[in-house]
């Protein structure tokens, strides 16, 4: 059994910079979410970018379920695109259109069909508690209805890892339990969850902490 996801050794600067991240070794493993801890500035973004392959490191390597991340070209890619799902901060939505075809949006991307969506899409909404607000204009929903389709738009592109930046960080406390629930509901023994995060609350959810300090990282359980 291999982890979803590896960093070995891994370093980032920017520039001419300072370390950003400093010999980073990390394991995240299916069913086992971890949260990112760590004061602002301290690297969590940076080190969700790098794990998710949108920054490639300085130093190091990136092992997507045992499978060496090249630093560049089409495998590298392809591997984000189908691996990896996106929940962040601030909620990104398209206003005009429907709440289903925000949440088709990955899989229209990877070159789906409109009624090969129809499925997933509808699953997703379902998991979210979100199916009666399907054909909706997303510009009607509430800000934790919203983050709820961004969690919808993350699952339906059936990830093997959910990246999580700050995804209650503009909520008040009783929306932000709803959106956690909705993203526990749709864990799995298959998905992998990294979530950057200030908050206890949410870090308690966690069965790891993985706690950012000059650049290095330091896990325990939660």
Not at 4 to 11: A, K, P
Request: with cysteine.
């Amino acid at each position: 059994m291999v982890p979803v996801l590896r960093l070995e050794g891994v370093y980032h600067r920017y520039g001419d910079g300072p370390k950003v991240l400093v010999d980073v070794n990390l394991d995240v493993w299916a069913g086992r979410p971890i949260a990112l801890m760590g004061p602002s500035g301290s690297g969590k973004t940076t080190l969700l970018q790098v794990a998710g392959l949108l920054t490639r490191p300085s130093l190091g390597t990136v092992i997507v379920e045992g499978d060496p991340v090249p630093r560049k070209g089409s495998r590298r890619d392809e591997l984000r695109r189908g691996r990896f799902s996106w929940v962040f901060q601030t909620v990104n939505v398209l206003g005009h259109r429907t709440v289903a075809d925000n949440v088709a949006l990955p899989l229209l991307a990877r070159g789906a069909s409109r009624l090969a969506t129809r499925q997933p899409v509808g699953e997703a909404l379902a998991a979210v508690g979100l199916a009666n607000r399907a054909n909706e204009r997303a510009v009607n929903l509430s800000g934790g209805e919203l983050q709820r389709v961004c969690i919808a738009r993350a699952i339906a592109a059936q990830p093997r890892c959910i990246l999580a930046d700050e995804p209650t960080g503009q909520l008040d406390r009783s929306t932000s339990t709803q959106v956690l629930d909705a993203l526990w509901a749709v864990l799995d023994s298959h998905t992998a969850l990294v979530v950057a995060t200030h908050d206890p609350v949410v870090a308690a959810r966690c069965d790891d902490i993985a706690t950012i300090s000059d650049g290095r990282i330091t896990v325990s359980g939660a």
